[in-house]
């Protein structure tokens, strides 16, 4: 996975908004304009049979109870945030760690796409800014699609130029075992990574995982 500077591909303003509203990376797209430029036709083709690359997926289940109390204390203090900058950053941070990169995320909206440029080393503030009003002007890259839905649980493709994708389901409250062995009701949220086994394996994969699913049950270390 390399967090290098992706070039701006060369395309039409109409391809440019329709590919961004169906949520597909340009650079994922083959253009047959002129000098390889990426026209309407070209995203009406790939929207209509998108190239999925092969992929495994890993998923996990995160404990979010400690993440919800933060969020309602930041609140407190006067700053709003949702889950979502959160798990951006966690996502980024546990690529740092497991894979020893810096992370340009892809992160797909209702009408389009976000690029989060080095997202382990933006604070929540800015990320949840970037969330709030997408830049359109930068273009589509990064090497992991986040995804969030309001459903239980679900799996996103893996989808070129990206080498992984994050499907992350909403937060509800399900019965967990607790430490005595009893059962609770405590808030979680359902997870799964999809990853191209050309560069990520089932172990990195699962270590990814783990560390991600470590950092949102202790949310404070996002922070740091």
Known sequence: MSAAPVARIPASPLARRLAREA???LDGITGTGPDGRVIRRDVEAAVRDPVVTPYFSVRGTARVGKLLKLLRRLEDSGVAMTVLPVVLKAAAHASRQTLAVTVDLSVTLHGGTLVLREADRRSLTSIAAALDAPDASEPVGGVMTVLALDAEEFTAPVVPPQRAALAVGAVRREPVVG???RLKARHVMRVTLSADPRAIDVTA???WMAAFLALLADPV????
Not at 221 to 224: D, Q
């Open 23 to 25: 949520g597909l990376p």
């Open 205 to 207: 994969a699962t270590a």
């Open 179 to 181: 430490g005595d062995g």
């Open 221 to 224: 270390r996002v922070l740091a």
